[in-house]
């Protein structure tokens, strides 16, 4: 209450800051909604609803993630996982994910902050008999984000298996 006994609203506290090393991926940061559709040559196609979420702790320089799809026809729950994405200075990310199915990513990959792109490569696919190699390509166009999930099995080479647009909500 002031002099006038005006009661004023406390003040709101700032934004937490971003870390300096999650800076550059910033553009992931939130939570992402949206549809994707699914093929390889031993399934049929699929459609899914997915939801992606990017968050971090301004005093750790690492991005968490989680995400979770549903089929698009029914809203059943298909798959998820979850992770953790360590952006480098150097244009560099390193990234962890373990899916629902058991399988476990170890991937590196380059960012372009300017252009809001990244890129990654399995250095490590565990868990995974038939699964020989995974590459994600993420890009943020015109405020929406999209990615490809390629992958390759023993009997199968590297090609698309996902892909999804998604809104920030």
């Known amino acids: 209450m002031d002099a006038a006994g005006t009661v004023t609203p406390p003040a709101q506290p700032p934004a937490p800051a971003t870390h300096p090393a999650v800076a550059p991926l910033a553009f992931l940061l939130g939570k992402w909604r949206g549809e994707g559709e699914g093929s390889f040559p031993t399934i049929a196609p699929f459609r899914y609803g997915e939801e992606l979420l990017f968050s971090h702790h301004p005093s750790k320089p690492v991005i968490s993630y989680t995400q979770r799809t549903w089929k698009a026809a029914s809203g059943d729950p298909m798959h998820s996982e979850s992770g953790y994405w360590r952006p480098r200075p150097d244009g560099s990310v390193e990234v962890v994910i373990a899916q629902s199915t058991g399988l476990a990513e170890v991937q590196k990959g ?53 892909k999804a647009l998604l809104k920030k909500i």
């Open 110 to 162: 380059s960012y372009d902050a300017e252009k809001k792109t990244l890129t990654l490569q399995s250095e490590l696919v565990g868990n995974a008999s038939k699964v020989k190699q995974i590459t994600r390509a993420f890009q943020i166009v015109g405020g929406e984000l999209s990615y490809v999930v390629q992958m390759a099995t023993i009997t199968t080479a590297l090609q698309p298996h996902l």
